[in-house]
T-cell receptor, first 117, second 115 residues
């Protein structure tokens, strides 16, 4: 198991286009999280999902952003009609489940770097 | 209000010396978890150490230890015998029930290790 897999690693889009970022969690992990990181800043929580269920989307912008984690296949973060301000690194992480225990340490993917021209 | 506060944007340490990176947190939960992650210039996020709120002993992992002071709500990371490869961003994070079990991160501290 190669851990959390994100693709694409780099994505360039023109303003108004759509960006789709994919994340396959670590084997055995049922919880997926998406974070956004602007240059020289920390990670901002966006959304937390289980299979077929959004647990917490309090960090998602109200418009243009959506996320899903279908029964089969990877989790997808979708950004419609991208703007320059969407340029950032988007990290996906997975964990075993809920709770605060060390068993629920987040394992991160390498990130997807979106550039909007 | 900030849930996780890292007050040191940047820190310098001489190679082979110890360094402490500060982290304070805010929660009303009794049960929560605290984490430290490292982000080198290559960009990946690397888990370093975990401390549970009920753990009586401070967590240690090799050269990393977490100085957990529950009453002061602080969870400082101590790196002993710094190495050049320790130069990176370091993020403190917390996971709590009130937050719906999502993990939230501080703004980070950039550590520079000098030869």
């Amino acid at each position: 198991n190669a851990g959390v897999m994100q693709n694409p690693r780099h994505l360039v889009r023109r303003r108004g286009q759509e960006a789709r970022l994919r994340c396959s969690p670590m084997k055995g992990h049922s919880h997926v999280y998406w974070y956004r990181q602007l240059p020289e800043e920390g990670l901002k929580f966006m959304v937390y999902l289980q299979k077929e269920n959004i647990i917490d989307e309090s960090g998602m912008p109200k418009e243009r952003f959506s996320a899903e984690f279908p029964k089969e296949g990877p989790s997808i973060l979708r950004i419609q009609q991208v703007v320059r301000g969407d340029s950032a690194a988007y990290f996906c992480a997975s964990s075993l489940g809920q709770g605060q225990s060390g068993a629920n340490v987040l394992t991160f993917g390498a990130g997807s770097r979106l550039t909007v021209l | 209000a900030q849930k996780i506060t890292q007050t040191q944007p940047g820190m310098f340490v001489q190679e082979k010396e110890a360094v402490t990176l500060d982290c304070t947190y805010d929660t009303s939960d009794q049960s929560y978890g605290l984490f430290w992650y490292k982000q080198p210039s290559s960009g990946e996020m690397i888990f370093l150490i975990y401390q549970g709120s009920y753990d009586e002993q401070n967590a240690t992992e090799g050269r990393y230890s977490l100085n957990f002071q529950k009453a002061r709500k602080s969870a400082n990371l101590v790196i002993s015998a710094s190495q050049l490869g320790d130069s990176a961003m370091y993020f403190c994070a917390m996971r709590e029930r009130t937050g719906g079990f999502k993990t939230i991160f501080g703004a980070g501290t950039r550590l520079f290790v000098k030869a």
